[in-house]
T-cell receptor, first 114, second 112 residues
């Protein structure tokens, strides 16, 4: 089955600096890669996603890159702000028997230091 | 109801007891999922449902059962709770395969 590895597990950055979280996946059939942000005590919420036919996607201060050959994808947050502090999960998804088989990474706790 | 709602938000349960976690969505999404979230392990899929009337096993299904009698509701039942089922449980739904999943607010379950 799919295996998604996420690094680092914790990340501290100064406000205004950039943060990068990296994930690798094993199943070459995975074709949808969402990123979720989970604030303390709250539900995970989608912040950006990318499909396998695209190499990069950007939404304001957040960008995601995908390298299908190497089977890795990364989340980039620029000009970090204290409200970016949260746990971020990557995921790899594929169609399996008619349902969306989603495998999550183990999460990265990002702390932005004011 | 707006979006996807879970009940209860938290529960302390004696081992051996039966418990049903409720999940309801009003977005008319076809697919629904139950995940458990444990520290250091991320989110792991317990059961899923492609559409009303169908269910399937995820990564960690043992000790859990689900039903999908209609589009809106997807309850998760623990037949006889054990301490290893202490976790935060999230229900989620998506419009179709390969689209964004919307999560409920979670249920924190403690089995003692």
């Amino acid at each position: 089955g799919e295996n998604v590895e996420q690094h680092p597990s914790t990340l501290s950055v100064q406000e205004g600096d950039s943060a990068v979280i990296k994930c690798t996946y094993s199943d070459s059939a995975s074709n949808y890669f969402p990123w979720y942000k989970q604030e303390l005590g709250k539900r995970p919420q989608l912040i950006i996603d990318i499909r396998s036919n695209v190499g990069e996607k950007k939404d304001q201060r957040i960008a995601v890159t995908l390298n299908k050959t190497a089977k890795h994808f990364s989340l980039h947050i620029t000009e970090t702000q204290p409200e970016d502090s949260a746990v971020y999960f990557c995921a790899a998804s594929r169609n399996s028997g008619g349902y969306q088989k989603v495998t999550f990474g183990t999460g990265t706790k990002l702390q932005v230091i004011p | 109801i707006a979006g996807i709602t879970q009940a209860p938000t938290s529960q302390i349960l004696a081992a051996g007891r039966r418990m049903t976690l409720r999940c309801t969505q009003d977005m008319r999404h076809n697919a629904m999922y139950w995940y458990r979230q444990d520290l250091g392990l991320g989110l792991r899929l317990i059961h899923y449902s492609n559409t009303a009337g169908t269910t399937g096993k995820g990564e960690v299904p043992d000790g859990y059962s689900v039903s999908r009698a209609n589009t809106d509701d997807f309850p998760l039942t623990l037949a006889s709770a054990v301490p290893s089922q202490t976790s935060v449980y999230f229900c989620a739904s998506s419009e179709r395969v390969g689209t964004e999943a919307f999560f409920g607010q979670g249920t924190r379950l403690t089995v003692v």
